[in-house]
């Protein structure tokens, strides 16, 4: 079985940082994204972590450690259009990407 | 290249009715995905379809359903529709090739109401 967590809400202001956590328990692991959704809107693609570490990619990076099934997002200098729900998704063996039930983020100024 | 597209995006049916959704991939991808979308349960895996045959399949009962053609365009049907139906239905592409690798694209979805 599997088993994704993520907080349900976080707030935050602009020009600040923030940590989205992300724990996951599945049977067979190949791989953990991260994809923001803007209400209404359809999921877009922000990152990929495959092996233990950092990947960062302009304002966002994101962190894996497979020991302890744990991914985090990091946003960097936020900003009023980063108020969006945030999905944690793991690739679990013989089925496609399974989705935490994501973190709604809003920023404020 | 253009994105995936979904049809209809808006959609409103009545218990018992069945509907059918479509989605067209990005241009070489041969793999579509579904997921069901409800503030309660967040995003649910249905099924996935690589080259006209399904590879994976999500915890729904059989009156859901999909098919894909030769072209990768995809097809979902719900069959006797119930209340708790009522949802976003995603659609997603990718290339099929790195099955557990692909990053998946999203179209904008179909939004069910079922009354």
């Known amino acids: 079985g599997q088993n994704i967590d993520q907080p349900t809400e976080m707030t935050a202001t602009e020009g600040a940082i923030v940590q989205i956590n992300c724990t996951y328990q599945?049977?067979?692991?190949?791989?953990l994204f991260w994809y923001q959704q803007h209400a209404g809107e359809a999921p877009t693609f922000l990152s990929y972590?495959?092996?233990?570490g950092l990947e960062e990619k302009g304002r966002f990076s994101s962190f894996l450690s497979r020991s302890k099934g744990y991914s985090y997002l990091l946003l960097k200098e936020l900003q009023m259009k980063d108020s969006a729900s945030y999905l944690c998704?793991?690739?679990?063996?013989?089925?496609?990407?399974?989705f935490g039930k994501g973190t709604t983020l809003s920023v404020s100024s | 290249k253009a994105g995936v597209t979904q049809t209809p995006r808006y959609l409103i049916k009545t218990r018992g009715q069945q509907v059918t959704l479509s989605c067209s991939p990005i241009?070489?991808?041969?793999?579509v995905s579904w997921y069901q979308q409800t503030p309660g349960q967040g995003l649910q895996f249905l099924f996935e379809?690589?080259?006209?045959?399904?590879?994976n399949k999500g915890n729904f009962p059989g009156r859901f359903s999909g098919r894909q053609f030769s072209n990768s365009r995809s097809e979902m049907n719900v069959s006797t529709l119930e209340l708790g139906d009522s949802a976003l239905y995603l659609c997603?592409?990718?290339?099929?090739?790195?099955?557990?690798?692909?990053?998946?694209?999203f179209g904008p979805g179909t939004r069910l109401t079922v009354l």
């Open positions: 998704a793991v690739y679990q063996a013989g089925t496609a990407l399974i």
């Open positions: 241009s070489g991808h041969r793999s």
């Open positions: 599945t049977s067979g692991f190949n791989g």
């Open positions: 972590n495959v092996l233990d």
């Open positions: 997603a592409s990718s290339s099929g090739l790195a099955e557990h690798r692909d990053t998946q694209y």
């Open positions: 379809y690589f080259s006209e045959t399904q590879r």
